[in-house]
């Protein structure tokens, strides 16, 4: 659904590469971490997908088109990397004027579950200058769904949130994700608040694309032992996460749910 080959990025003036060499695939569907240390380069791979910004080398392909080639291959996309809201429309009159600005009127019967779902219904008369900051991040959230984007790109959606905050709009994503099948990239820079959301993690370093892995994959300790252990098949036989590769080095499954 979208490839990104050897993607590269230097900011006008710039002495390094803010994004070099990046390549990977998303597939439909997949929820995708991005994940790094601030400056690590995710917010610079996000505009580009957005195409808020050019890449200085490289290709982006969105269902094997070159994503900067062609006008409207945005259309499916949703997006919440900066604040799109107007303070001081109502939050029901922000998503109308939204869909009017991108030529979906069409979607205005999505205002009220979205706004139901991201939990400001009930306050959907007042306007977000004067929200809370949870709310300001779900009143973002609710301008990247009501479109029925089919690929979400997000940054940063959690930061300055609670650690409730962060459970709720977890949920909300989730849930929206898979009832309709939407591909997403979030980014954050802890992998924890992504645990329960993600299929599958990028992780930036320093603008290179550092490693990528599955989630949801036990974490592995290995504990390298001074002595060969003599019967090391008995060790696995009374504790089912401990295997032993050569008597010499113990792999142990550390379980994600000890409290
Ligand atoms: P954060 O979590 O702090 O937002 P990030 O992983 O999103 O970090 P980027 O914002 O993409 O990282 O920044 C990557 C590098 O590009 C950094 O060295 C940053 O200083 C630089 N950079 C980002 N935006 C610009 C810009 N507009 N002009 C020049 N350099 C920039």
């Given at each position: ?27 439909q569907g997949q929820i995708v971490g991005l994940i790094g240390k601030n400056g690590a380069g ?123 905050g962060i459970l709720e709009l977890v949920d909300v994503l989730g849930r929206w994700a898979r ?81």
């Open positions: 659904m979208l490839e990104v080959d050897n993607l590269g990025k230097r900011y006008p003036g710039a002495d390094r590469m803010a994004l070099h060499d990046v390549s990977f695939t998303v597939d995710k917010t610079t791979m996000l505009k580009i997908l957005a195409k808020a910004q050019r890449p200085t080398c490289g290709m982006v392909r969105y269902n094997r088109q070159d994503l900067f080639a062609h006008p409207g291959m945005l259309d499916d996309f949703g997006i919440m990397i900066a604040p799109v809201f107007y303070p001081h429309l109502s939050a029901v009159r922000n998503l109308e004027f939204y869909l009017d600005v991108h030529g979906k009127s069409a979607c205005r019967r999505n205002i009220r579950p979205v706004l139901e779902l991201v939990e400001l219904w009930d306050n959907r008369d007042r306007k977000p200058a004067g929200f809370s900051f949870g709310m300001k991040q779900r009143m973002a959230l609710a301008i990247a769904l009501v479109a029925d984007p089919k690929f979400m790109l997000l940054d940063e959606p959690f930061v300055g949130l609670d650690p409730d009832e309709r099948s939407v591909t997403m990239i979030v980014s954050s820079h802890q992998l924890k608040e992504l645990d329960s959301l993600c299929d599958r993690y990028l992780y930036m370093e320093n603008g290179t694309l550092a490693d990528q892995f599955d989630g949801k994959q036990p974490e592995v300790t290995v504990i390298a032992l001074r002595r060969p252990i003599d019967d090391p098949g008995s060790l696995s036989v009374r504790f089912p996460d401990v295997s032993v590769s050569d008597a010499r080095a113990m792999h142990v499954e550390i379980a994600s749910d000890i409290p």
